[in-house]
């Protein structure tokens, strides 16, 4: 059995004082929901985890970062380590998110540094990978994957890729409102978790989460929570409003496979 996890990108938004704000409202919807049962976590801008740590005390919400960078320390300006991220309270790690692929050059090699780091401080890293819109009407979904897969988890070992979130997220579907149908999810989720067995057996493919991204609502999410590959969701655009994020948790909760 694989554990729902539902996580919260927010991107850049929110000050601290919003963060906080939205971090009270969800406590208030989602505190009946039972922290062994659904990973809740979200994901607020650099400046705001703290807060939002505080925040979340007692709650069964954790936190994560939208980034990070592989150094321990060092002159290395604007980056965030592992362990500020642990010492600010973060459980989770986003890496290789689409955007900062596309806008910041995130590659394959930088994810590998990242996921590798995340690892070793004892955090958990949601690696996402995904095609474009392009790479899929060409047929390269797979290809896509595949490359993502092996060149994000290189030289990972079995061992350590026990502690793994996949993420994925057709970039076609990302804060376009378009959702890929609970067909291609799954195909799409099968495909990967096969990838991952060949790189570690099936047995711990099986146990590996893997989380749908891409313009996911409450009107969705069941649909797609449904799919035997599907082990829950990365939000972007409905976490920022408490009412959304919370329906998306709520439902995905109701989902028993
Ligand atoms: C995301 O940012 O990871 C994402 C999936 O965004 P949205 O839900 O807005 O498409």
């Known amino acids: 059995m694989r554990k729902t996890i539902i996580a919260g990108n927010w991107k850049m938004y929110k000050t601290?004082?919003?963060a906080i704000e939205l971090v009270n409202a969800l406590k208030r919807e989602l505190f009946k929901l039972d922290g062994d049962d659904i990973d809740i976590v979200l994901c607020p801008p650099f400046t705001a985890l703290s807060n939002v740590f505080e925040t979340l005390a007692e709650s069964n919400m954790q936190l994560g970062a939208?980034?990070?960078?592989?150094e321990e320390e060092g002159a290395f300006t604007g980056e965030v380590s592992c362990r500020m991220l642990k010492d600010a309270g973060c459980k989770f790690v986003i890496i290789g998110h689409s955007e900062r692929r596309q806008y910041f050059g995130e590659t394959n090699e930088s994810v590998n540094k990242k996921v590798k780091a995340v690892l070793k401080e004892g955090l958990v890293p949601i690696m996402c990978v995904g095609e474009t819109i392009g790479e899929r009407e060409r047929g390269l979904t797979f290809e896509v994957?595949?490359?993502?897969?092996?060149?994000?988890?290189?030289d990972i070992s079995a061992q350590e890729a026990e502690?793994?979130?996949i993420a994925y997220e057709p970039v076609w579907a990302i804060g376009t409102g378009k959702t890929?149908?609970?067909?291609?999810?799954q195909e799409a989720h099968k495909y990967i978790r096969r990838t991952l067995a060949t790189m570690y057996g099936s047995e711990l493919a099986s146990s590996i989460r893997i989380q749908y991204g891409?313009?996911?609502k409450a009107e969705n999410i069941s649909g797609i929570m449904q799919q035997?590959?599907?082990?829950?969701?990365?939000v972007g655009g409905a976490s920022l409003k408490t009412e959304s994020f919370a329906a998306i948790v709520k439902k995905a909760s109701e989902v028993i496979k």
């Open 145 to 154: 994957l595949e490359n993502h897969l092996k060149g994000g988890l290189k």
């Open 16 to 18: 601290i004082s919003e």
């Open 214 to 216: 891409g313009s996911v």
């Open 228 to 234: 035997e590959d599907v082990d829950g969701a990365l």
């Open 66 to 70: 939208q980034d990070v960078f592989w």
């Open 180 to 185: 890929a149908t609970p067909d291609q999810a």
């Open 163 to 165: 502690n793994l979130v």
